[in-house]
């Protein structure tokens, strides 16, 4: 796909939303001075006034309507994209009908979804079109699952230039700082309710292989459990159970599948949530793992549903520009290789993690699916941060102040 194919390089669906703010904010001060960017949404009022509030670069973008309802909209929208940045969630509910378009549309496709369904009914319905158009659908380019995937990509290139031989056990021990927008919210609320009434998607959910490109090939090697409770490592902190180890685990196995199981068939990856040490960090992974129990039980049953719905945040908001520069996250990962030598990794940054730091995440995925085409790995269909950006994305984040490395310890 050639820049003077399309009238527009990337076009930021869902623009007036909290995180598409964000996104098109960043692409307004990092896109190269020649790139061609639009801003769609379903309200054109809407867009017009986040288009208001961008950078003066950003203020004179065009505009597009489009939406998700209306097949010939988002026909329209991605025949005219080189790119389309997804900020539509919850996924569940909206998602769906722009994968379709990008992959007949043999469109480029980034999202921040962290929606284990979404993902998978993307995958078994679109990634057959999309690898016969060229169109790559990248998932999962925000906090959900860009620091685990390319954390543990950027171990193995360290192991495979040492000749260290495949990895073996990997736990990522994740510590982060930062809020909680309505959408996100409306996305886990989203994924339980579906769950609790769909035995097969409960199935699902539990399948620590669920995004596996082909189940029946995965090797039989038993995973680390996504809830385990309260535990303590090695080095004295206290550990909990990660809410977003069920999607990061799964993108990291895919991504290890779409590879060849390059990283090793023998591969046992688990993440967890460092909380502390001495007796503060003990009652904060008790109280953490308890809280996610409740807010779990909560979402299912309706007349708690109510209730929370009180005191969550709306859609549409988030934390304020202070508390997303204020955050911060760091994913150590520990690992053992089948030879037995150990190495560990880290991914970390500064900014709100799921705010400030996914804008920035899936604003580079976008610059790179766009710009860097030539220098990506050769593959189209469905695919992951590592597998479909890959060392691109690393090279991206590392230029923009996070940091991926990996060491021997």
Known sequence: MTRDSRDHDIVVFGTSGFV??????????????DACIALAGRSREKVERARAELPARGRGWPLLVADASDPASLAAMTSSARVVVSAVGPYLRRGLPVVEAC????????????????VRQAIDRYDAVARASGARLVHCCGYDSVPSDLAVLTLHRRVEAAGAGPLGRVLAVASARGGVSGGTVASMRGVVELGAGDPSVRRLLADPFALSPDRAAEPDVSQPSDFLGPSLLVDGRWTAPFPMASVNTRVVRRSNALQGWAYGRGLRYGEV???????????????????????????AVPPARALLDRVLPDAGSGPDEEARRAGWFRTELR???????????????????????????????ALALAFDEERLPDRAGSLTPATGIGDVLVERLRAAGHTYEAAPR
Request: negative net charge; charged residues 15%.
């Open 20 to 33: 598409g703010r964000l996104v098109a904010a960043h692409l307004a001060e990092h896109a190269p001075d």
């Open 103 to 118: 992959a007949r549309a043999g469109t480029h496709y980034a999202d921040l979804t962290g929606e284990v369904p979404f």
């Open 273 to 299: 949530v460092g909380v502390g040490r001495g007796v503060g960090g003990a009652l904060g992974a008790f109280g953490l793992t308890a809280g996610m129990g409740v807010a779990a039980a909560a979402f």
């Open 335 to 365: 690992a053992v290789t089948a030879a037995g030598e150990r190495y560990e990794a880290v991914a970390a940054g500064s900014g709100d993690p799921g705010y400030a730091a996914t804008a920035m995440m899936l604003g580079e995925s």
